[in-house]
């Protein structure tokens, strides 16, 4: 702290303070200047000071590709699933914004933030056994056998099926085939595979066996066998009304099919959302 003396013509004489921050207090000034980002909760030491780096997102959220992260003028590097264009950095997949620890380039040491985005977590894809039950599609048939892409297994049945526009997004895991004899009990030297099932009819079925490039199913059981097909006429979703026939609800027209009659609780999972596949 100082002492001026102001001394003038015709005025008194006047004694002026002026206060002269020290050192300490200047720093302490300039450690209290730090730029909070509220949208993202990270924040990491720059030159012994607290920062945060500016992204376009939260931390946590989720980006697909293509998603503009922020701009490089922020410090920020490209890191696993991100790229740098233009002199911004974007998505490359699909997943969570992150960012990694805070990094030191350079002769200045100069503070860089790698961004990264993490995809989720896939589960393995399950092994299918002999006896698991099985959700197929029909893909062709044949006189002997009816060919069938597995599409679920049993256990993932509860959010694969809600529509048919879910359904088409399955990854295949396997093909299997419906022998003729597999088809239902009783006789079967007079069965014709065009009357118990149609391509692109979604059924329940047993694996009975591993073959050699497929898996033998069987629909013999009564829980087994087509629980989604539309009319060959109207393409309309069509409703069974016994084991061997199904009805359009728009025509009135009746086609043959070797109709499922699954359990209660696989019912309600496999059917609650039939209307809306239409």
Not at 66 to 82: M, Q
Not at 253 to 265: S, Y
Request: proline share 7%; glycine share 8%.
């Amino acid at each position: 702290m100082t002492t001026q003396s102001t001394v003038g013509p015709n005025s008194r004489h006047r004694t002026r303070t002026k206060k002269i921050p020290c050192k300490q207090q200047q720093q302490r000034r300039r450690d209290k200047t730090i730029a909070w980002n509220y949208d993202t909760p990270l924040c990491v030491k720059q030159n012994n000071k607290m920062s945060t780096p500016v992204l376009r997102f939260p931390l946590g959220g989720k980006v697909v590709p293509g998603d503009r992260l922020g701009s490089i003028r922020e410090n920020l590097l490209p890191s696993n699933g991100t790229y740098e264009q233009g002199g911004h950095l974007y998505a490359s997949v699909v997943g969570t914004l992150g960012v990694d620890d805070a990094v030191m380039k350079g002769k200045s040491k100069k503070v860089y933030y790698p961004v990264r985005v993490s995809p989720p977590e896939r589960k393995p894809p399950r092994v299918l056994q002999v006896g698991h039950v099985i959700l197929g599609r029909v893909t062709r048939l044949s006189i002997q056998q009816a060919f069938v892409e597995i599409l679920a297994c049993e256990g993932d049945f509860s959010n694969t099926v809600g529509t048919e526009h879910e359904a088409n997004l399955l990854v295949p895991m396997g093909e299997g085939m419906i022998r003729r004899e597999d088809v239902r009990t009783g006789a079967t030297d007079q069965i014709k595979l065009q009357e118990f099932f149609r391509p692109n009819d979604l059924v329940l079925a047993r694996i009975m066996s591993l073959g050699d490039r497929r898996y033998v199913l069987g629909t013999a059981e009564p829980s087994l066998g087509v629980i989604r097909a539309f009319s060959a006429t109207s393409n309309a979703l069509m409703i069974p009304i016994s084991w061997r026939e199904m009805e359009c609800p728009v025509t009135g027209d009746k086609e043959l099919r070797k109709c499922a009659k699954p359990p209660p609780k696989l019912m309600s999972q496999l059917i609650s959302q039939q209307s809306e596949a239409g």
